[in-house]
């Protein structure tokens, strides 16, 4: 059974840095890439970033850009979101998805965790 | 990037209605559709990919068709378990765009 557990989501201040983490189990973690979306509270979905099986390639919303850093250590099924100079507008819900491909060209989220929360207030 | 217009934005339907989203990308995106279920307090859970493929364990009363710019989901018989919002979401370029969601409530 897939199962991904997101981990780190906390009240941080603007301008405020954080470590969001994901573990994986029950598929091969090293064969697929690997996503982060958001969803602010009463909102919709927001894609924030992939990283490809091999971290070779990463992508990012323009939202985050510049300020979030995807990683992955296959070593230990774990995916990573470092998010830093942190704004009000970042408040959300934070979820870790698996694509069903290993460079999510057309990325697609067929397994997904529980979330993490993550507040950004003064 | 790909803009994605869902409609409607909520729907009221009763237990056995056949319900119909619909959802249309600002370009044409081929087939890369997906339509995902989202229940309160839980992730979503993804539907249908490539705009009319059944994920595994979905239920055969949901189906989805399109393809270019134009596209929906059907809902072919409405069970209690199938209120809540869904979105749909393109595959044909990062980043990976969604539909602002529709809410099908109980009438």
Redesign the interface.
């Known amino acids: 059974e897939v199962q991904l557990v997101e981990s780190g989501g906390v009240v941080v201040q603007p301008g405020g840095s954080l470590r969001l983490s994901c573990a994986a189990s029950g598929f091969t973690f090293d064969d697929y890439a690997m996503h982060w979306v958001r969803q602010a509270p009463g909102k919709g979905l927001e894609w924030v970033s992939l990283i490809s099986w091999d971290g070779g390639s990463t992508y990012y919303a323009d939202s985050v850009k510049g300020r979030f850093t995807i990683s992955r250590d296959n070593s230990k099924n774990s995916l990573y979101l470092q998010m830093n100079s942190l704004r009000a507008e970042d408040t959300a819900l934070y979820y870790c998805a698996k694509d069903p491909t290993a460079a999510a060209g057309t990325p697609t989220f067929d397994y997904w965790g529980q979330g993490t929360l993550v507040t950004v207030s003064s | ?1 790909i803009q994605m217009t869902q409609s409607p934005s909520s729907l009221s339907a009763s237990v056995g209605d056949r319900v119909t989203i619909t959802c249309r990308a600002s370009q044409s995106i081929s087939s ?1 559709l ?1 339509w ?1 279920q ?1 229940k309160p307090g ?5 539907l249908i ?1 490539a705009a009319s493929s059944l ?1 595994s364990g979905v239920p055969s009363r949901f189906s989805g068709s399109g393809s270019g710019t134009d596209f929906t989901l059907t809902i072919s018989s409405l069970q209690p378990e199938d209120f809540a919002t869904y ?1 749909c ?1 393109q ?2 370029s ?8 529709t809410k099908l409530e109980i009438k």
Request: zero cysteines; hydrophobic letters at 10%.
């Open positions: 990037d890369y997906n995902y989202q839980k992730a979503p859970k993804l990919y994920q979105y979401q595959s044909y990062t980043p990976g765009s969604f539909g602002q969601g």
